[in-house]
């Protein structure tokens, strides 16, 4: 079965400094990773996917197929970026696999 | 286009009574989505449909659970009898059906079973 881990639960960081929230992936031929973003009171919605290799809102995720991992990072948070992550790996057809998510709580 | 619709968006009910939630797509879309999120098990897939043919249901846990999507434009998810530990957030979402494409998801469904 597809698995996608997210090992924290809570990550809290102030404001300029650096984020990454973790994420790996049970190996299985060619993945495509996402990372979807939940912000307070606002529908899920798709930050990034590893196929664009873009970096949205300050965020980029690398795909690391040796280390089976798509880490999203962001070099300077901001109080903006709080919300809750979910790191999902398509599964055939147009179906996901999410992680458990992380909420990121940065502070001022 | 108003994105994914869902209703109720609150729903409180008691334990044994019979609860419905509504889903509409995205005119266009033809793959839906059912999914929970707990704060225990995260977001997880229940069912999903494809041109409103149920493709695979194998995340419902019990069969207290069932979906129907009997049009393009309507989807149900309705659990009979409601029990307690079935309180959680109910998401729709919907997609054109092509792999790799972004999900486009409801406001969600809280329930809430006493």
């Known amino acids: 079965a597809q698995r996608v881990t997210q090992p924290e639960k809570l990550l809290s960081v102030f404001k300029g400094a650096p984020v990454e929230l973790k994420c790996n992936y049970s190996y299985s031929g060619s993945p495509e990773l996402f990372w979807y973003v939940q912000y307070s009171r606002q529908r899920l919605q798709l930050l990034l996917r590893?196929?664009s290799r873009e970096s949205i809102k300050g965020f980029t995720a690398d795909l690391n197929k040796g280390e089976t991992s798509f880490h999203l990072k962001k070099p300077f948070a901001q109080e903006e970026d709080s919300a809750m992550y979910y790191c999902?790996?398509?599964?055939?057809?147009?179906?996901?696999?999410f992680g458990k998510g992380t909420m990121l709580l940065v502070s001022p | 286009d108003a994105g994914v619709i869902q209703s109720p968006r609150h729903e409180v009910t008691e334990m044994g009574q019979e609860v419905t939630l509504r889903c509409k797509p995205i005119?266009?879309?033809?793959?839906l989505f059912w999914y929970r999120q707990t704060m225990m098990r995260g977001l997880e897939l229940l069912i999903y449909f494809n041109n409103n043919v149920p493709i695979d249901d194998s995340g419902m846990p019990e069969d207290r659970f069932s979906a129907k999507m009997p049009n393009a434009s309507f989807s149900t998810l309705k659990i009979q009898p409601s029990e307690p530990r079935d309180s959680a957030v109910y998401f729709c979402?919907?997609?054109?059906?092509?792999?790799?494409?972004?999900?486009?998801f409801g406001p969600g469904t809280r329930l809430t079973v006493l």
């Open positions: 999902a790996r398509g599964s055939g057809y147009s179906t996901l696999t």
């Open positions: 590893h196929i």
């Open positions: 979402a919907s997609t054109l059906g092509l792999r790799g494409d972004e999900q486009f």
């Open positions: 005119s266009g879309h033809n793959s």
